[in-house]
């Protein structure tokens, strides 16, 4: 089963948008003596359904004036609003942690964006798929097959034998299936596009483009999947050296080469630069490259209006094994990397795929630079802390900082990364509101620094994305909280 990742640059709930879907705001926007938070739902399955996100039931932002703390009060069917002028906001929306907006804009837009079907239902109880299949040609050693439904998200390998002409699956169970989203899985629906994907190697050699159904317990999946001849060429310059150099002049450091490699998805949410969808192709490739060539076939670009999205990825991973505690002998995986996202040329004259971004290279949390794993932090948690991240590029257009939370699950051997709190704005410094963190727990700080993407960020739109985009990111040394002193 291959990944079928999301980048969402802000408010993730597990990057950005180019003109031309029109909004629609069921809020209004502030005027000259006050603020808003106006808030966009961005539903990603086989098209991109735009809505306001309905915000009744959901807890009152924060508005920060001065000093001071003010509810936001509900204005419309997705936004709040003070009638004095905020320099930020806090506010959580479901399935994500609380995120704090610091922009100097007096309004702010925000994009909320899930790989989901609006109005999606569980599956029936007890639900079987009949899959029949006709191949093209005969299966041969090393081939992949999956059925992947795009606004379910749900997919599920196949595994034919080597010489078959025909895959045969008849009864098989839909709770087999995999969730793409972390999600529990959501009913084929009629809007979906449900795909039989072939993959020689990394790339998409055949396919099956059928409709969605409404699911009713007792559903088949049946046709001949299409050879795709890969008559698109991708060609574009990289610089991994300037990566490799950037990479070492982070803290901490890690221990372990820098790691290149790169994707080409056909993406419905592209717009947004959300990379899910079908893989088209994909590679690791050595850092000495200074270019990458590849052939490949797109068949839903015209379709269904998929656009190829081109991801490169330089990055070098450490890890840490706390010596005590709960997480001792638990392995605490972190990278910090570079990545580019743009939609590729014609092929005939190579694109530059610029590393952009700034790098963050330290992050300071109250008076502590977190430059070393396994820190003990003193600093006391029921009070504000500042936070500092120091990136190699003295600008960017945005910043995020994650506060991630490492746990066990309920084996109590698996660890867990929690996101725990977001700060998302134009200043390389911000504040982290009092008992953000707690004593006694495992805590890093995920630093981002985004170039481009954001055409709106001067007015506070965020729902105005654009490609290309880069970023550079840092997981800090990893600490535990002591108590309060």
Known sequence: MRAHTLWICVSLPACAQLAGIDKTTGGGDAGPT???????????????????????????????????????????????????????????????????FEFPALAVTE????????????????????????????????????????GAWSTHALAPAVADTTIAAPGTSYASFASATGRPLDAIGAADAILALRYTGPRLSAVLDLPGFAQTGADTISGTLVAL???????????????????????????????????????????????????????????????????????????RDWHTVFTWVIHSDRAYTPPAGALATQTIGLTAQLVTIREPG???????????????????????????????????????????????????????????????????VTPLATTTFAYTGVDATF?????????????????????GGFPGIATGDLTMRALPLSFGLLDSGVFTVGAPR
């Open 34 to 100: 006050g603020s808003s938070l106006t808030i966009e739902r961005y539903s990603i399955g086989a098209t991109i359904v735009e809505a306001p996100q309905p915000i009744g039931g959901l807890p009152a932002p924060t508005f920060f004036i001065g000093s001071d703390a003010v509810p936001g009060v509900a204005s419309g069917s997705n936004a709040w609003t003070t009638d004095q002028i905020a320099s930020a906001v806090l506010v959580q929306l479901p399935n994500t942690p609380p995120e704090l």
């Open 111 to 150: 994009l909320y964006a899930q790989l989901e079907r609006p109005g999606a239902t569980p599956p029936p109880a007890a639900a079987t798929v009949d899959i029949e299949l006709s191949l093209p040609s005969a299966v041969v050693a090393g081939e992949t097959f999956e059925i992947l439904d795009v």
């Open 229 to 303: 001849p890969a008559t698109q060429t991708l060609g574009a310059t990289v610089s991994p050296d300037t990566g490799t150099t950037r990479l070492a002049t982070v803290a901490p450091l890690s221990p372990s080469a820098p790691v290149v490699s790169w994707s080409l998805q056909a993406a419905p949410g592209y717009r947004i630069a959300a990379t899910s969808g079908v893989q088209l192709t994909a590679a690791a490739a050595p850092v000495t490259d200074l270019a990458v060539t590849a052939t490949y076939a797109n068949p839903f670009a015209t379709v």
């Open 346 to 412: 014609d092929g005939a004259v190579p694109d530059a795929a610029s590393l952009d971004a700034g790098l963050p290279t330290r992050v300071t949390l109250g008076a502590t630079p977190l430059v070393t794993d396994g820190l003990a932090i003193t600093d006391d948690p029921t009070t504000p802390l500042v936070v500092t991240v120091a990136s190699d590029h003295p600008t960017n257009t945005l910043y995020r900082v994650s506060v991630i939370e490492t746990t066990l699950a309920a084996d109590m």
């Open 431 to 451: 504040t982290l509101p009092a008992n953000t963190l707690v004593a006694g727990h495992t805590y890093r700080l995920r630093a981002q620094c985004f170039e």
